[in-house]
C-alpha cells in the first residue's frame, strides 16, 4: 500500500519570499505523484504531476516539484510567493490502479 | 465547459436520520470517485467507479454507507442512520480514462454537518 506524508501542516511565508512545501511517500512499487490545491470554499485542482521522465516537473501558477526516488520525496517550491498562493496544498500518490491516496495537507499562508 | 458538480453544497442532518449525496461528473468521463475530507485529516478514498461498476469500495466506512452510479453519469453517496462523526466534506470527482496518469477533476464538495 501507499503512504503519503506531508511534514508541515502549516507555512507561514511572507510574499515574494521562496516556499517549500514538503511531501514524501512509501511505496513498494513504481508510483505516479501529483500536487492538488485547494482555494478556500473551492474544490481541489491538479497543480502539476510527475508520471516518467524528467524528474524536475513544471505546473501551474509557477510552481514546480523535483521527483527523489533515493529520498522519495516529491517537494513542491515556488521562488516567489504572492498572496494569492494562499491555499491548501496537497501532495498525492497513485500505483494501484486509478486510486489516489492524498496527504494531509498544508496550509499556505502568505503574508504582505 | 461545466466542471463536476455536486449537491447540495451544505446538508445539516440530525443525527440517526439518512442523507443522499449527488454527484454529476463532466460528461463523458468514465472514472468518477468519492473522497472525504475531515479536519485535519486530508482526503479519505471512499470508492471509485468505472462506468457503473464499482471495482474498490475499499474505503467505505461502514456499511451504513452506500453509492451506485447509473447510466455511467451521475453518482448518489448515501448514509445511513448518520452519526456525528460522518459531518466532513465529501468529495467527488471525475477522470476521463481509466489508469493512473489520468488527472482528477473535483466539484467543490458537499459540506455535511450531523447534529
Known amino acids: 500500500a501507499q503512504s503519503v506524508t506531508q511534514l508541515d501542516s502549516q507555512v507561514p511565508v511572507f510574499e515574494e519570499a521562496p516556499v517549500e512545501l514538503r511531501c514524501n511517500y512509501s511505496?513498494?512499487?513504481?508510483?505516479?505523484l501529483f500536487w492538488y490545491v485547494q482555494y478556500p470554499n473551492q474544490g481541489l485542482q491538479l497543480l502539476l504531476k510527475?508520471?516518467?521522465?524528467?524528474?524536475l516537473v513544471k505546473g501551474i501558477n509557477g510552481f514546480e516539484a523535483e521527483f527523489n526516488k533515493s529520498q522519495t520525496s516529491f517537494h513542491l517550491r515556488k521562488p516567489s510567493v504572492h498572496i494569492s498562493d494562499t491555499a491548501e496544498y496537497f501532495c498525492?500518490?497513485?500505483?494501484?490502479?486509478?486510486?489516489?491516496?492524498f496527504g494531509a495537507g498544508t496550509i499556505l499562508r502568505v503574508k504582505s | 465547459g461545466a466542471g463536476v458538480s455536486q449537491s447540495p453544497s451544505n446538508k445539516v442532518t440530525e443525527k440517526g436520520k439518512d442523507v443522499e449525496l449527488r454527484c454529476d461528473p463532466i460528461?463523458?468521463?468514465?472514472?468518477l470517485y468519492w473522497y472525504r475530507q475531515s479536519l485535519g485529516q486530508g482526503l479519505e478514498f471512499l470508492i471509485y467507479?468505472?462506468?457503473?461498476?464499482?471495482?474498490?469500495k475499499s474505503g467505505l466506512p461502514s456499511d451504513r454507507f452506500s453509492a451506485e452510479r447509473t447510466g455511467g453519469s451521475v453518482s448518489t453517496l448515501t448514509i445511513q442512520r448518520t452519526q456525528q462523526e460522518d459531518s466532513a466534506v465529501y468529495l467527488c470527482?471525475?477522470?476521463?480514462?481509466?489508469?493512473?496518469?489520468?488527472?482528477?477533476?473535483f466539484g467543490n464538495g458537499t459540506r455535511l454537518t450531523v447534529t
Open positions: 470527482a471525475s477522470s476521463l480514462l481509466q489508469g493512473n496518469n489520468s488527472p482528477l477533476h
Open positions: 498525492a500518490v497513485s500505483a494501484q490502479g486509478n486510486k489516489l491516496v
Open positions: 467507479f468505472q462506468g457503473n461498476s464499482a471495482p474498490d
Open positions: 511505496s513498494s512499487v513504481s508510483v505516479y
Open positions: 460528461s463523458g468521463h468514465t472514472a
Open positions: 510527475y508520471l516518467s521522465g524528467s524528474t
